[in-house]
């Protein structure tokens, strides 16, 4: 399948809108309270639990469409490194060096005290930085811990796309996974599944389509029990892309935002607590638009300077210059 073009969907736009659902979600998560969907859902899980989930069943689509327009592995894991790397050691380097050294009482202890040993092996393997951050949550940046199982997903993509039949065999081994052992990446893994499946499938969300499915997504939620990530995996991919798929509303490109925006989002909601902020709402209007803000220097300066090394090599067809991923 011919993947659409940047210019012309809407995947930026749903994922901007995750990263500040996460972003929301971890506001009530570091004041000890809960936000609406967790209430919703009996606390099985909130808003930034599900927004993750949809980073994966997107990265799904897009990076199956990545190996697909490629199929060679070397300039598919360059490509997947430029992505996911520079934006992660910056916002990483951020968070130790200036986030953690701002909520310190004291920068020149805690400079001497940081773990450099260790912290220089996280950030070889993406794993979020051990130095300590004062208030609700000891992390300087919690959110970092997805990443390595991202591009854990992409290590993957090759060897379950080798024959696309591999995907009906895995995926129903994974959902079963997740339905008995209550570990966050299985959940993760699965909805990346459901995500290529749909691309490996040629299969095309509709919204026709999608109001069907929201239904069966909304009451997966409420009703699903321990099996909710089932529905999650089927009906609200699908309806995810149904939407991420539409033409974007807007008629020149805007900056991907997305990814930096999910970076800095921990450390800039811890900095809003300790400057005083102790409601929820008042934590998540204050923290999303600085995270954006963020977000597009974290895209202007590193992430988009990065890529167009990507644009440099050589493409081996079309489909390759049509994939945002």
């Given amino acids: 399948m011919a993947s659409p073009t940047r210019h012309a969907n809407s995947l930026d ?3 901007l809108l995750l990263a500040a659902l996460v972003i929301f979600s971890h506001s009530f998560d570091m004041l000890s309270r809960h936000d609406a969907l967790s209430v919703f859902s009996g606390g099985r899980v909130a808003f930034g639990g599900l927004a993750v989930c949809g980073f994966f069943g997107l990265s799904g689509y ?26 992660f050691a910056a916002a990483f380097l951020f968070s130790v060096f200036v986030v953690g050294a701002v909520g310190a009482a004291n920068a020149g202890l805690y400079y001497a005290a940081l773990p450099w040993p260790t912290l220089a092996r996280e950030l070889l393997t993406l794993h979020q930085p051990s130095a300590p951050m004062p208030g609700p949550y000891s992390e300087v940046n919690g959110a970092l811990w997805t990443i390595r199982y991202e591009f854990l997903c992409y290590l993957l993509t090759p060897l379950f796309l080798i024959r696309r ?62 099996y909710w990530e089932i529905g999650a995996a089927v009906f609200g991919v699908y309806v995810m892309l149904a939407i991420g798929l539409r033409p974007s509303p807007f008629k020149r490109t805007l900056p991907d935002v997305s990814y930096g925006t999910y970076l800095y989002g921990w450390p800039t909601q811890k900095l809003v607590i ?17 995270s954006m803000a963020l977000g597009l220097a974290s895209w202007t300066l590193v992430e988009e300077r990065f890529l167009r090394l990507k644009a440099s090599a050589p493409l081996r067809n079309a489909n390759d210059a049509r994939v945002r991923a």
């Fill in 274 to 290: 300790l400057a005083g902020a102790a409601s929820p709402w008042v934590v998540a209007a204050l923290a999303i638009p600085i």
């Fill in 165 to 226: 039949e591999v995907l009906l065999v895995l995926w129903p081994i994974v959902a079963a996974l997740t339905a008995v052992v209550d570990v966050q990446p299985c959940t993760w893994l699965l909805m990346f599944l459901s995500g290529a499946v749909v691309h490996a499938y040629n299969i095309r969300p509709t919204p026709r389509w999608a109001w069907i499915a929201a239904p069966g997504f909304i009451l997966s939620l409420r009703l699903g029990g321990d």
């Fill in 62 to 87: 897009l990076i199956s469409s990545s190996w697909d327009a490629k199929r060679s592995l070397a300039p598919y894991l360059r490509n997947r490194l430029l992505r996911i790397g520079p934006g």
């Fill in 13 to 15: 736009h749903v994922r």
